[in-house]
């Protein structure tokens, strides 16, 4: 598995050696960023259900301005924190050893510009985050992968990535006028980060 464009392109990524991780093949991958490129520059990025952070890592890859990673599993974690030492992306990454939903749960409106969610398919945990997101949208776009036969909580625009696996794009409404804007770095959330190199 590997960076498939950016100034990262053609580096390898570490995934973990027990066989439960499903990482987005690089097909995928590729597709869906692209379809992202005009969003891409300068983004704030979400990489929820990380795994070996391969979504974020691609963001990162091509132009995002950096991206939070949150993944519970011990192996996935190990994974996630070799990636972003090898790539050097240490200074635009932090990591959260943390369940997805109850992290999104904690965030205000549109503290990201990019959040990905990319579960277990046909998990019920994928509906309840949509459902959370579509009472407080973290982020402006909401990218989820799932199982082509998973039909979400309406209101997204689908694509057809191949025989098994689609993605639906969220897209939150503009912004009430008094909104504030959400700072990019606090010091609560850099609190919680963990260290990459532990």
């Not at 969003?39 to 990489?47: E, I, N, S, T, Y």
């Not at 599993?73 to 050893?97: C, E, Q, W, Y």
């Amino acid at each position: 598995m590997r960076i498939v464009k950016g100034k990262l392109a053609g580096r390898h990524l570490t995934s973990p050696k027990q066989g439960r991780v499903r990482p987005t093949t690089e097909n995928v991958r590729d597709a869906l960023l692209s379809a992202l490129e005009p969003r891409l520059k300068g983004a704030r990025v979400l990489d929820l259900f990380a795994g070996t952070g391969a979504l974020g890592l691609e963001a990162l890859s091509r132009g995002a301005r950096f991206a939070d990673f949150v993944e519970s599993g011990p192996d996935s974690l190990h994974a996630l924190k070799s990636n972003v030492t090898a790539l050097r992306m240490r200074d635009k990454a932090r990591i959260f050893k943390k369940d997805a939903l109850p992290f999104a749960r904690a965030l205000p409106a549109r503290k990201y510009d990019i959040a990905f969610a990319d579960p277990p398919y046909e998990s019920r945990m994928l509906d309840r985050l949509i459902e959370m997101w579509m009472e407080t949208p973290f982020a402006q776009l909401l990218v989820v992968e799932h199982a082509a036969s998973h039909e979400l909580p309406p209101g997204g625009k689908r694509r057809q990535m191949d025989d098994t696996t689609a993605v639906t794009f969220y897209l939150a409404p503009p912004p009430p006028p008094e909104e504030p804007a959400p700072a990019d770095s606090d010091a609560e959330l850099d609190a919680q980060a963990e260290d990459v190199d532990a």
